[in-house]
């Protein structure tokens, strides 16, 4: 059973996006999935009850109740939790010991990078990260890598005190998919798969972690 984390200490960075994205992929790939939602908005949640009647579902856990790991079910392949908004390094630390894979996403703003640079510092130096038990990586989300603005910040993000696993490019289509209770990998146009390829670097080091 691979467990990732998607953690920020900001919100708007793209968490849930991500968090739902990834769940959609291993279900899309015939994994049992569950998503655990830790964020008391409910987004993800709520975009399993969309999903709910693909083949391809992916079964929401409430993360905000304390008894949540036991109510994971036997046969579960994949669990993606989805943190609350404004989460602490020495909060993901407590979850430390249950998860094979941390994920903070950042996006490429000044007041974002310099917001998130010490909650990646932190959770860099988190003792389990540190001793290599638990991988951890950022994602630039939502780049425009034709601009000035997002080349720099990919420069800056490379300077983090984590790897830089994987780069997103923004597009309109997160924002429709999610609202349907879908995801990228549930189409299979040519405009689509350039957006999915994005994510291939992302599931590489993913396969990496697995237990």
Same mark, same amino acid.
């Given at each position: 059973?691979?467990?990732v984390?998607?953690a ?5 960075s @793209? ?5 739902t994205?990834?769940a ?16 008391r908005?409910g ?7 969309r999903?709910?009647?693909l ?5 929401p856990?409430?993360?905000?109740k304390r ?5 994971? +079910?036997? @046969? ?28 903070? +996403?950042?996006?490429?703003s ?7 640079? +010490?909650?990646?510092?932190q ?30 910040a ?15 490019? =923004?597009?309109? @289509?997160?924002?429709?998919?999610t ?6 990998f =549930?189409?299979?146009s ?15 080091w ?6």
């Amino acid at each position: 059973m691979l467990k990732v984390l998607l953690a920020s200490c900001k919100g708007g960075s @793209g968490k849930t996006t991500l968090a739902t994205h990834l769940a959609a992929h291993y279900a899309v790939d015939g994994k049992n999935t569950v998503l655990v939602d830790a964020d008391r908005l409910g987004s993800s949640r709520h975009w399993c009850e969309r999903r709910a009647g693909l083949a391809s579902a992916v079964l929401p856990i409430d993360g905000t109740k304390r008894n949540w790991r036991e109510r994971l +079910p036997d @046969g579960v392949d994949r669990v993606v939790i989805d943190t609350a908004a404004g989460i602490t390094a020495e909060e993901v630390e407590e979850l430390l010991n249950f998860v094979d894979a941390v994920i903070v +996403p950042v996006l490429p703003s000044p007041f974002d990078l310099e917001a998130v640079r +010490p909650f990646v510092e932190q959770v860099a130096g988190l003792s389990r990260v540190k001793r290599g038990k638990v991988a951890a990586g950022v994602v630039g989300n939502r780049l425009r890598p034709w601009t000035h603005a997002s080349q720099l910040a990919l420069e800056e993000m490379q300077q983090f005190a984590l790897p830089l696993v994987a780069q997103l490019r =923004d597009t309109q @289509g997160y924002v429709v998919a999610t609202g349907l209770g879908k995801s990228l990998f =549930d189409y299979h146009s040519e405009s689509v798969r350039s957006h999915q390829d994005d994510w291939k670097p992302l599931f590489k080091w993913l396969k990496k972690q697995r237990p």
